[in-house]
């Protein structure tokens, strides 16, 4: 392992650490190894803005909710339910994935999941 490599293993084992609920961290998780994916078989693609992962999932699970009309604040619902690409946590999480990458569901002025920094900023952890 690089000195980079384990530079970035540090950093996400304090940014994981800092999540109280083990459920919780376990979808982001779930959602980074979704990033990973994505961005490994479609190297074309890459995130031009920091992302908040947090964010993310919440409108995963605000998705969720939405199409098996629950209450927008039923995490547990979510929570439970199997990680199937088709119809389950992995299927919303990789959707809101897609459209922060695509940039295809946030028009100008809309609410977004990440911050703007000029071109030249190289992508960070923080």
Known sequence: MTDYELNFSIKIEEM???IDEPVF???VVEMFVII???LCRNPELQFTRVIEVDKMVNQAIELYCKDKNLSSSSKA???NEKPSITT???AYLSRVCIENLLDCSHPAGSASFYTIFP???N???S
């Open 88 to 90: 389950g946590t992995t």
């Open 77 to 79: 619902a979510f929570y």
């Open 123 to 125: 992508c960070t952890l």
């Open 36 to 38: 990973y994916t994505i």
């Open 25 to 27: 961290r376990q979808i």
């Open 16 to 18: 994981l650490s800092t």
């Open 119 to 121: 071109a030249e900023t």
